[in-house]
């Protein structure tokens, strides 16, 4: 095997602060879904998205716990 696979844990309920804001200001989002996408609501408009989670790894800036507010990232 060429190298080691990971995947970045992320939880239901985390908020995720993306590299490029939304149209609305906003650059943090709350996760409610994850799996092999991700279902995202923006935090100051309140819109969803689904981005593939190899965008999201991507373009995670920093992750935020919901319950647990302590920087991951």
């Known amino acids: 095997m060429a190298g080691a696979f990971f995947l970045y844990p992320f939880q239901k309920d985390d908020i995720v602060t993306l590299k490029k804001p939304h149209p609305c200001g906003g650059t943090s989002w709350k996760i409610l879904r994850i799996g092999l996408d991700a279902t995202l609501v923006c935090e100051k ?6 981005i593939e989670r190899r965008a999201l790894e991507k373009a995670c800036v ?9 920087d991951k990232m």
């Open 45 to 50: 408009c309140g819109r969803t998205m689904i």
């Open 62 to 70: 920093r992750v935020v716990g919901g319950a647990d507010t302590k």
